[in-house]
Antibody
Framework: QAQLVQSGAEVKKPGASVKVSCKATGYTFSTYGLSWVRQAPGQGLEWMGWVSGSNGDTNYAQKFQGRVNMTRDTSTTTAYLELRSLTSDDTAVYYCARNDYGDSDWFDPWGQGTLVIVSS | DIQLTQSPSSLSASVGDRVTITCRPS??????LNWYQQKPGKAPKLLVFDASSLQSGVPSRFSGSGSGTDFTLTISSLQPEDFATYYCQQSFSSPRTFGQGTKVEIK
C-alpha cells in the first residue's frame, strides 16, 4: 500500500533554510501530487502547497510565496520541501501527504512528520 | 480563503455515546469536504472524503453528511480508540484549508 517516509528532525537557526524529504513507495509516483501541511506546537493544520508528481508544477499558499520551494525527483520517488528565511514561527511538525482524487481531492496517506525547530 | 468553523472546539463524552461534530464553511463548497482524525504525536488519518464517503478500513460507526455550508461528522457509538482530535478540510478552492479542530475527550 502507499506509504510516505520523511526525513528526520532538524534544528535550525533563525534566517537559515531547511529541506525536508518525503520518500514515496507502494504506488505510481507520477500519478499523484503531494501536499505539504504543517502543524505548530499545540495548533491546527496549515496547508503550505502542492507539487505535481508528473510534471513538477507547484501551487503554494500565498503566505509562503517567495520563501518556499517544493520539488520532486521521479527517479527516486521523493518529494522535497525547502523553506527559507526561517523564524521561530516556523517551528512545527511538517507533514507530506499524497493528494488522492475523486470528485475532489483529499490527503491520504500522510508521512510520519518531521519536526523542525527554529531556535538561536 | 475559505474559513472552516468547527463546533464544538472540544467535548467530553463516554464510551458508547453518539458524538456529532459540525463544520461550517464561510461559503458554499458543494460536497468538497473531508474529515481527518489525529491522535497525539501521530499524523492525521483520513476518515471521510467528499463529505460522505467512508475511507476504506474506517469503522462504519463513522459517517459524514452535508453539503453547501453545513457538514457533520458522526460517531454512532464512541469507542476508546476514538478519543482524538478531528479536523475538517475543504478541497473546493486553493488554498486548501482546515477547521480549527475538535478534541474529543473522555468524560
Amino acid at each position: 500500500q502507499a506509504q510516505l517516509v520523511q526525513s528526520g528532525a532538524e534544528v535550525k537557526k533563525p534566517g537559515a533554510s531547511v529541506k525536508v524529504s518525503c520518500k514515496a513507495t507502494g504506488y505510481t509516483f507520477s500519478t499523484y501530487g503531494l501536499s505539504w501541511v504543517r502543524q505548530a506546537p499545540g495548533q491546527g493544520l496549515e496547508w503550505m502547497g502542492w507539487v505535481s508528481g508528473s510534471n513538477g508544477d507547484t501551487n503554494y499558499a500565498q503566505k509562503f510565496q517567495g520563501r518556499v520551494n517544493m520539488t520532486r525527483d521521479t527517479s527516486t520517488t521523493t518529494a522535497y520541501l525547502e523553506l527559507r528565511s526561517l523564524t521561530s514561527d516556523d517551528t512545527a511538525v511538517y507533514y507530506c501527504a499524497r493528494n488522492d482524487y475523486g470528485d475532489s481531492d483529499w490527503f491520504d496517506p500522510w508521512g510520519q512528520g518531521t519536526l523542525v525547530i527554529v531556535s538561536s | 480563503d475559505i474559513q472552516l468553523t468547527q463546533s464544538p472546539s472540544s467535548l467530553s463524552a463516554s464510551v458508547g455515546d453518539r458524538v456529532t461534530i459540525t463544520c461550517r464553511p464561510s461559503q458554499s463548497i458543494t460536497t468538497y469536504l473531508n474529515w481527518y482524525q489525529q491522535k497525539p504525536g501521530k499524523a492525521p488519518k483520513l476518515l471521510v472524503f467528499d463529505a460522505s464517503s467512508l475511507q476504506s478500513g474506517v469503522p462504519s460507526r463513522f459517517s459524514g453528511s452535508g453539503s453547501g455550508t453545513d457538514f457533520t461528522l458522526t460517531i454512532s457509538s464512541l469507542q476508546p480508540e476514538d478519543f482524538a482530535t478531528y479536523y475538517c478540510q475543504q478541497s473546493f478552492s486553493s488554498p486548501r484549508t482546515f477547521g480549527q479542530g475538535t478534541k474529543v475527550e473522555i468524560k
